[in-house]
């Protein structure tokens, strides 16, 4: 098996230690950057001679940067690569020189879902929250919409099916499994309409929700956001938030986008500021998938 020349993690990224002596194994020279880039010109003064570069989700990488790392050969997003459009790294140029981009999937969603269920049920139950009632209520019956239903989005209603709610989602076509599960896809309007609590489960970048469709959504509801960024036009969302009885929730503060301090702050935005899906158990299959990545690579080559 070949070696890569220099290998460079150009920003701080989630690998564990034993990962970290792994990479020695395919590469003659590693180096870690503990601090991200200040700018571009710093970030490509770091990759300008690497053959082999690890970026996480923060470090973007697009063509200007490509254009002066010539030799180049891999970039290994430490990160969710989920479709290219939604990639801190300009794939489709990295492709027009030779440059193979691998990421990674499935390692933090049972985090997310974990998360999921304990903020609902502690809303539901009154667990520190006013409760939405006069009495405590259990998952049973309840009316969920998924919005995306992939990795992360897909444990979420399984586990809240497995409690007793009535799940339903919306997603860019129909799943036969998720039918026959009786997890039943609704046109997004409807999906909103009918739902007492919504979950944004979306790529990186990707924005459904606007104004008309929190108004379909109404007042009185639930959403949480388990998206690495927002899921709604900011401005529309806030003025949703502001209604009474609409309760918003996320895990990670980039959920929040832009979203000003007044709302921010609000006593029905509950954001917990951490990203649930990196748990031990994430950060150890983040490291072996993306090390088993690069074993991948330098064995084809």
Known sequence: MEKFKKLVAAAPV???????????DYAEEVVFYTEPPKDDSELIERIKDADAVLVGFATGVGRQILE??????????IC????????????????????TVKGVRNYGDRGVAEYAV?????????????LRGTKMREITGLKVGMIGIGDSGGLIADALHFFGAEVSYFARSVKPEREEQGIHYKPLAKLLSD???VFTCLNKNTILLHEEELKLLGNGKIMFNTSIGPAADMEALEDWIKQPGNLFCCDMTEALGDMSEEVRNRNNVICIGASSGMTFQAYELLSRKSLDNIKSYLESV
């Open 195 to 197: 739902s007492e609590v």
């Open 68 to 77: 002066k790392a010539p030799s180049l050969k891999y970039v290994g997003m």
């Open 80 to 99: 969710s690569l989920y479709s290219e459009e939604s990639a801190n790294v300009d794939i489709a140029f990295a492709r027009t020189r030779d440059i």
């Open 14 to 24: 989630n690998l564990v230690g034993w990962a970290r002596e792994e990479l020695k």
């Open 118 to 130: 304990y903020q609902l049920i502690k809303i539901l139950h009154g667990y520190g929250f006013p």
